[in-house]
Each structure stands twice: as structure tokens, then as C-alpha cells.
């Protein structure tokens, strides 16, 4: 297995090359740092201090993810990312805000933004959200995955992002395919729903384990429907995934 320094498992862009990442803030020792523990993961990061020279650095890094402060000098973060999508639609953006107002978050994911960072907040926090973003949007692996997994007739083609079902295809969304990924690289292993909330979104979702189990419904909608069942609750435990009993 691949690792970083930190001793997380390494990531890397689909084609094995490092992740880039714009930071995006006015206080040049915030984003100093903030570029240190990316480069830390491996990754290859651009900072700017404005709007204007953020969309200039983006335009010649072309982010798969840009750490973005919501206020700027010379403009705000939500003008910046819709700007941003001019430039690379598909970018994920992380806002940093000093506000912790509900309008604020709203906004920010309104104007397109996949999650945010209230400050005061910790490096580690920053890591994990940028890793489950790119995880989730596709635009990271890490490097030991192989291509293919497989229990029983369920088959996940991971560079391909297709997934099978007694070859039927099956569409699902990027979190529906993290969460099931998860799954079918633990089959026949219960998984607590703490466990489902570190790998498939990375950070403590504010204690709302109620998400995993909205999206452990979604994946049975989609791969057990009108089958028989592969994934199980074992009550007071958790989840797995077994091949279907004949």
C-alpha cells in the first residue's frame, strides 16, 4: 500500500499523477500552511491571495480542487467560484469562512461550493474534506485499488466508475459509489456506520449517522431491487454486503 507522510493511504488523480490544488486566501501564513499540509498528501498546489490572481493560477493549474477563503480582497469567494466553473465545471470547492451563519453556508452551496471549513479549524479537518470530495467526485484514486471488484454477480469497475448487477448496469450517484465501493472492499464484514462515515466521507459528519443509513436505502433501491438481497442489516452493528444466496 501506497501511503503518504502522514500515513494516510496515498492519492493520486486517475491517471497516477499528483492532485492539484489551488488555495485561495489573503492571509499569506494561512495559506502558506495550508499549501504545506497538501503538499504533505503528495499533491501539487498553487496559492493565490485575491480573486484575480486566483482565476490566473487556475487557469494555468487546472484544479481538481480549489480551498477557497469567502472573503477576499477584492471580491468574494462566491463571485470567484462562479467564475471558476468557467474555467474547470467539474472543480470541487472547500470555502473557508469566519462565519458560521446558516445564510453563509447557503450560499456557498448555492453558488456551487461542496462543502465548507468554519474558522478556527484544523489542518487534519481540511485534509480529510478535500480527500473525500475528490474520492467522491471521481477525481482521485488511491493508488494500491485494482480496476474490478466483485461479490458474487455484483461487479464494480473502478476506472471505468461502472458497476453491474447480473450485467445490468446500475447508475449511481458519486457518493452512492464511494459507500458501495466501501462495502464491496469488506464483503461478508459487518461495518459499523462509524466506520461507513470515516471512509466514505472522511470526517465526522456532526454525529448524523442517521446519512448513512439514507444512503445505505438509496444503494438497496438500486442493487437489490427486484433481487435477491445483498446488503444486510445486522442489527446494533451495522451493514455488509454478501453475494446473494441461490
Known amino acids: 500500500m501506497n501511503t503518504t507522510r502522514s500515513g494516510r493511504p496515498a492519492l493520486t488523480r486517475p491517471d497516477g499523477t499528483p492532485l492539484r ?3 485561495v486566501d489573503d492571509d499569506p501564513d494561512l ?3 495550508l499549501s504545506g499540509a497538501l503538499r504533505y498528501e503528495g499533491w501539487q498546489v498553487r496559492a493565490a491571495g485575491d480573486g484575480a490572481s486566483a482565476l490566473t ?3 494555468e493549474l487546472m484544479p481538481d480542487a480549489v480551498v477557497l477563503d469567502v472573503m477576499l480582497p477584492d471580491t468574494d469567494g462566491f463571485a470567484v467560484l462562479r467564475s471558476l466553473h468557467t474555467v474547470k465545471p467539474d472543480v470541487c470547492v472547500l470555502f473557508l469562512t469566519a462565519r458560521d451563519a446558516v445564510e453563509d453556508r447557503i450560499a456557498g452551496i448555492t453558488a456551487g461550493g461542496d462543502d465548507y471549513v468554519t474558522k478556527p479549524f484544523s489542518l487534519e479537518e481540511v485534509v480529510a474534506r478535500l480527500r473525500g470530495l475528490l474520492r467522491r467526485a471521481g477525481m482521485a484514486r488511491q493508488q494500491e485499488e485494482g ?3 466483485i461479490v458474487g454477480d455484483l461487479v464494480m469497475d ?3 466508475r461502472e458497476v453491474t448487477r447480473a450485467g445490468e448496469l446500475i447508475e449511481l450517484s458519486p457518493t452512492e459509489f464511494e459507500l458501495l465501493r466501501f462495502l464491496m472492499r469488506n464483503p461478508r464484514r459487518v461495518l459499523s456506520k462509524t466506520q461507513i462515515l470515516d471512509r466514505v466521507w472522511s470526517y465526522d459528519f456532526g454525529g448524523r449517522a442517521h446519512v448513512v443509513e439514507l444512503y445505505i436505502s438509496y444503494l438497496r433501491k438500486k442493487v437489490d431491487a427486484g433481487r435477491e438481497p445483498m ?3 445486522v442489527r446494533g452493528a451495522g451493514y455488509v454486503l454478501k453475494p446473494a444466496v441461490s
Do not use: D, G, W
Open 231 to 233: 446488503i444486510h442489516t
Open 31 to 33: 495559506a502558506e500552511v
Open 147 to 149: 480496476p474490478r471488484l
Open 158 to 160: 473502478e476506472e471505468a
Open 57 to 59: 493560477a487556475a487557469r
Open 21 to 23: 490544488v489551488l488555495v
